[in-house]
Structure formats: C-alpha cells, structure tokens
C-alpha cells in the first residue's frame, strides 16, 4: 500500500489539492494552469511565467525576489512548462522549509502562500502593461531557449519526429512556442493574455508536505481567489493517419546520426489497457534489460543509446536512438523485428516479471519526491481520470501476456525521422 490521500476540494476557481505526508522535510506548493495547444497563444504562454517569476510590485527585481527567498531559509521557486496531450501545462513551484525543524517558528507555509499570490496576482506593471524592462529580457531568454533545442541534436530530433508526425495537430507544437512569434510580445498584449488566462484556464493548487488541510484551506480562501469559470477544453483533433509510414531524411553538420520513430499507441492514460501499455514499453524499449537495449546495442553494437518512451496523454510511443549514419537500414531493421517479437508474444515470463520489478521500484522513486508525486498525481487532472498510485500499481502488476500482446497489436508505426551527417545525405 501507498498512503497518499489527496482531499480535493473546490476553490473560487481552482481546484486545492493537498496531501498530508511527514515524508518530506519541505513543504511543496505547486500551482498549475491547463489550456489547450494553440498557435496563436503558445508563445506568449511561454514567456508568461517566466515575467511572472522575475519580478512582482513588491520585488520589482529579480534580485530583490531572489534575497527575499533566502530569506525564508533558502525558499526556492520555479516555474515550468510541459505539453500534456493537447494541453499546455505552466507551473509555479514553491519549496518551502518546514517550520517545525526550524529554531525560528515563524509560519513559514503561510508565506509560502503569500509569496505565491504576489507573484500570481500582483505583477510588475508600467501603465497598462508589464514592466518593458522585465519583458526584454525574458524574450531575449525566451529566445535563447528555443534555440538550444536546435543546438541539442538528441532534443531537435525528437521535435522534428513529432512534428512531420503530428502535422496539422496542435501536439505539433513546440512547448516554447516560435521564435518568429517572440518578436511581436509587447508589455501590454502579453498583459492582456495573462488576464484572460486566469480568466480561461484550469487551475490546481497542490500543497504537499507536513501540512494541516483547514489550515491550508485557510490560507488558500483568504490569498488565492478567482473567478469561476468552465475551463476551456481542447478540442479532439483530427488524427494525420498516414496510408504508408512516413519517413523523412534531415542532412545536418552531425558525427552521429539520430535514428528516431514514432508510434501511434492507440491507448492513453486512463484507458484499461493503459497499465499493460506501460509493461509493454519497459520490455520493448524502456529501461536496460529492454529488447531494443540488448538487441540494437548490445548484441548488434548498431547504437549508442536505443530507448522508447511513451507520451500518455496522446497515445504517442517514441524510439530515440543514435546511430553511425551508415547503420540506417539494419538499425530500422532490428528496432522493427523487436517491435514483431512483442506482437507474437516472444518474451518470456522473467522479462515480464522483471519488468514489472523495475517499474514499481520507479514509480516508489519517483514518489520519494514531492515533485515527482504531484507529477503522478496530475495525470488525472489531464485526463479527467481518478486513478489512485494503488490501483496503478496492482494493474501493473497484474497484466499479463495476452494483455501486452494485445496492447502489441494496436501499436502503429507511424513516422520514421533519422538525423544524418551531410556526407550520407548526399
């Protein structure tokens, strides 16, 4: 048994969450904000929380801020952004020492609190817009961020599959939004934006930690309050099913090919199928003892990293592997033989059993944080879904073979991108 229990209750406009756990030694807060992928919103929605952390009307510095949480016994915030199906997620993280093992016992949680809706509620204004300083910067940055993933061939390869793979699907886009789009931010337009936002959006609000939910309910009622709303939901998108498998060649100045495909699973989280899906991925690609791990590498030494990974929420599974350009053919070979091995059913019961072994023992590692329990924890909200980490574990742990196998069968390849130097390219 996990003893996590959630108490959920609803806000003015938000969802609160909080978990009651002396496991960790900080209180974890993590406000969330759900909107569906589109073009027109992406960038700005990029470079949002960013602004918003830099600085506030009370902090109109990043240094001001920055002193203020070492002030509170080295408080950290974060923000973060993620796509999750055809949901764009922005996340504010703030980690917070617990009062109970300071010498000073000033409510700490309770600033916690008030630090959180400084920085959402009261932002750095000039006019009616956001501080022209402020935002300069963060395009300058936001800029910078999108580039790197051009410089980061590993990372670009994986963008450029899901991008000929989800063509014309708003998955399509990137999670930092488009450069070219940075340009035309201005104060007050990416004001606006933020006012609708929190108008439109979804809102959670985790606390976890050594916690009292009244007490946490208090401080929520009187700090954080907003309007009622219908969030907006993405719209089902039409899926680009390819008649043939789409492959696509990219000559770049790179030693080292990227040899990446994608999959259309046909299954998401909170599908029944779901938890067998998982124990599929771990035998077929996921961790070390994986078929593509000891086939692509080991026994055929055709490559450096081979591993599959799947994208829950939109029933996507990805191969990323990196390769000689010379070894193409026989790498895309061997990656398909594996995939037809797991559709015949050719794993074996210790495959199987300790693939499972390997699967609950991450997902109690990935619980050993507030951080990675609250990631678990949100894929419900996502997917409208209220599955418990018990109930996953026990549905993990009893799936069995025809199951995988039929999980197998609806796998589809989809779209094959490989990455080659310009010599191959030729």
Request: with cysteine; net charge negative.
């Amino acid at each position: 048994m996990i003893a996590v229990s959630e108490k959920t209750t609803e806000m003015p406009g938000y969802q609160l969450h909080v978990i009651e756990t002396d496991k960790y030694k900080t209180n974890t807060i993590v406000w969330r904000m759900k909107a569906p992928l589109d073009k027109e919103n992406i960038t700005k929605r990029a470079l949002l929380p960013h602004v918003l952390q830099s600085s506030s009307a009370n902090f109109p510095s990043t240094a001001a801020l920055r002193s203020y949480l070492d002030e509170l016994y080295g408080a950290t915030l974060y923000v973060d952004l993620s796509k999750k199906g055809e949901y764009h997620i922005i996340s504010f993280l703030i980690e917070i020492a617990n009062e109970k093992f300071l010498s000073d016992p000033s409510p700490l949680l309770k600033k916690g609190f008030e630090l959180l809706a400084e920085i959402l509620t009261n932002p750095h204004k000039s006019g009616n817009g956001f501080d022209p300083e402020t935002i300069e910067k963060e395009k300058r940055t936001l800029k910078q961020r999108i580039q790197s993933v051009y410089d980061d061939k590993m990372r670009y390869s994986n963008v450029r599959l899901i991008e000929e793979m989800c063509k014309g699907e708003p998955y399509a886009l990137q999670v930092n939004g488009e450069a070219e789009d940075v340009d035309e931010i201005t104060p007050e337009n990416l004001f606006a934006y933020y006012q609708q936002a929190f108008l439109e959006n979804e809102m959670d609000l985790y606390v976890v930690g050594d916690v009292k939910e009244e007490e946490v309910k208090s401080f929520a009622s009187e700090l954080l309050k907003f309007e009622n709303r219908t969030p907006k939901e993405a719209a089902v998108p039409e899926i680009n099913r390819k008649e043939k498998v789409h492959e696509v060649k990219e000559a770049q100045d790179v030693k080292q090919g990227k040899l990446n495909i994608g999959y259309r699973t046909n299954i998401k989280y909170g599908d029944p199928d779901y938890f067998a899906l998982q124990v599929f991925n771990g035998i077929f690609g996921g961790f070390s003892h994986s078929k593509l791990f000891i086939n692509v590498r080991e026994k055929a030494s055709l490559a450096y990293y081979a591993a599959s990974r799947l994208e829950s929420h939109k029933g996507l599974m990805m191969v990323m592997s990196g390769i000689d350009n010379k070894n193409y053919d026989q790498a895309v070979k061997i990656i398909n033989e594996q995939m037809e091995a797991m559709k015949k059913g050719e794993f074996t019961d210790e495959e199987l059993v300790q693939t499972k072994a390997v699967i609950r023992n991450q997902i109690l590692e990935t619980i050993d944080t507030s951080r990675g329990l609250l990631e678990l924890l949100y894929h419900n909200v996502v997917a409208h879904a209220d599955i418990n980490l018990d109930a996953w574990l026990n549905e993990m742990e009893n799936a069995t073979k025809e199951e995988i196998v039929g999980v197998a069968d609806k796998i589809r390849l989809d779209t094959i991108y490989f990455l080659t130097g310009m010599e191959a390219g030729k």
